[in-house]
């Protein structure tokens, strides 16, 4: 029975007990085990409307399996006596009202009126059992969705590393049997050389404790890292736009962005290494090499070293050469002769008494 059906015509145990008894999309929530699953159980609770508890507890059931599969502001929660009937009809109208139900019987009208008859019982609870199904579809669909996604970038990470060591093309789409070829390619590899590629720095196994631990880390690290990259890459802007405010490089701005632009949108903020960087690093990775030292000088030397900066203008700022600033306030200072009193006409600071002072 559709939404749109009209009268609630051929509601029956059949039709309404089947929505609810759908597999779980997902292992969400727990398929209803109460007493409402016989029909005449169903029927008698349908005349009793909201005076039969089993009632009350199939309607929570399905609002709360409905409310843990989408988005919900509203909710039916469980009722303690008949004092709480109308506070509980008031919560599935604007549960109802949010979920758009098409049954005016049960969002207009007076509240109290709307589950009186057994047909209005019925619809509500096809209602909401036809609702949750779709919902439980809906979540099993995003489910497959996301592991036949997550498969495929497996597929896509396991066959860049068939190319790499020159295996065939597969057309199956299955990995175990991919990985196995990966494995059997690299020992044949492996036993035509002398030890060039080292031992693993990993030299014990990790259990699934440890892995999730460990990417844990990895996340707060590529995070910080990502932050530090924004800024380094922020102040790069800077330095470049700094270098279009002379005469000189204005007229050249179209070159400086053709050549700057392609070269600055290939920086990435964000961090690559994964945890699979962490099982294949070599002993020779936890070696310490100074920067300066002549082995790593070979590969960082350029032209740019053996350029002396000539003599730049002084532009100061040593402490010791800075003069204090002047003070905020003038100091204080001895009245002069001819001055004081009782606040004569010689002095227009003089007061009553004379203080012997005077401010400037």
């Not at 919560?91 to 209005?120: H, N, Q, T, W």
């Not at 050389?193 to 720095?201: E, I, T």
């Amino acid at each position: 029975m559709s939404r749109g059906q009209k009268g609630g015509r051929g509601l029956c145990w059949s039709c309404i007990s089947s929505r609810w008894l759908v597999p779980d999309g997902g292992g969400v929530g727990n398929r209803y085990m109460g007493p409402l699953l016989e029909e005449e159980a169903l029927n008698k609770a349908a005349e009793n409307g909201l005076s039969s508890p089993e009632f009350f507890e199939l309607c929570v059931w399905l609002g709360s399996q409905i409310k843990s599969l989408c988005n919900m502001e509203e909710s039916i929660t469980s009722t303690d006596g008949d004092k709480d009937i109308e506070s509980f009809q008031l919560e599935i109208s604007g549960f109802l009202r949010e979920m758009a139900c098409p049954y005016s019987s049960l969002v207009s009208g007076d509240i109290k009126d709307r589950l009186r008859e057994k047909e209005d019982c019925l619809k509500l609870l096809l209602f909401l059992s036809t609702e949750l199904q779709a919902l439980k579809i809906l979540h099993s669909r995003e489910i497959k969705g996301s592991h036949l996604e997550k498969h495929n970038e497996i597929h896509q990470e396991v066959q860049a590393i068939c190319d790499a060591l020159g295996l065939p093309n597969s057309s199956s789409s299955d990995i175990p049997p991919l990985l196995t070829n990966v494995e059997q390619k690299i020992k044949d590899i492996l036993s035509k050389v002398q030890n060039r590629v080292g031992k693993s720095l990993l030299t014990k196994p990790l259990n699934s404790d440890q892995v999730e631990r460990l990417e844990k880390i990895n996340d707060a690290l590529r995070s910080e890292y990502e932050c530090r990259r924004r800024m380094l890459m922020k102040r790069l802007d800077v330095t470049v736009q700094s270098f279009g405010w002379s005469d000189r490089a204005k007229v050249k701005t179209d070159d400086i962005a053709r050549i700057y632009q392609p070269k600055r949108y290939a920086l990435s903020p964000k961090s690559t290494i994964t945890l699979a960087h962490l099982l294949a690093a070599r002993e020779d990775l936890s070696k310490i090499v100074r920067t300066s030292s002549g082995s790593t000088r070979e590969n960082t030397v350029c032209a740019i070293n053996k350029v002396l900066m000539g003599r730049v203008p002084d532009r100061g700022g040593r402490p010791t050469e800075i003069e204090p600033p002047p003070p905020e306030m003038p100091p204080w200072q001895k009245r002069q002769e001819g001055y004081g009193g009782r606040g004569g006409y010689g002095d227009p600071y003089g007061g009553r008494g004379g203080g012997g002072y005077r401010r400037y």
